[in-house]
């Protein structure tokens, strides 16, 4: 590949994460459009127990465990791949998903990212 389309590939990826983070959708207007509210209270996760996810923005994603449970997983920095992730994995010290894991994005723009959990809050259904 040559050095020329190497840096309009790079380029291209700048600016579209760039732009991706200049409009960052917005995580309580996404709860509510799901029919979720925060928990005042932190979380742990058993890993084993997630079943799915719902990215919400670059720092912000729902992650499923069981039939009803709901997780709020708040990033420590922007992790860019994620509103395009077609997998994501999880790692943590512990058997819990918690404030010490860290969370594996695979995206096609983006390749292959790793992103540290800041938090995670227990969502309920809004009446």
């Excluded at 996404?30 to 925060?38: F, K, N, V, W």
């Excluded at 994501?88 to 404030?99: A, G, K, V, W």
């Amino acid at each position: 590949m040559s050095k020329a389309r190497l840096l309009l590939i790079s380029c291209t990826s700048f600016f579209i994460a760039c732009s991706a983070n200049s409009n960052p959708r917005d995580v309580e207007q996404a709860l509510s459009d799901m029919g979720l509210t925060r928990s005042s209270d932190n979380a742990r996760v058993y890993y084993r127990s997630v079943n799915g996810w719902t990215g919400i923005n670059e720092t912000s994603l729902v992650v499923n465990a069981g039939v009803s449970r709901h997780y709020l997983v708040e990033l420590l920095s922007p992790c860019y791949g994620l509103d395009e992730a077609y997998s994501i994995r999880f790692t943590t010290p512990n058997l819990n998903l918690d404030e010490f894991g860290s969370i594996i994005v695979r995206s096609t723009w983006m390749g292959t990212e790793r992103c540290r959990i800041e938090r995670i809050t227990p969502l309920l259904q809004a009446s």
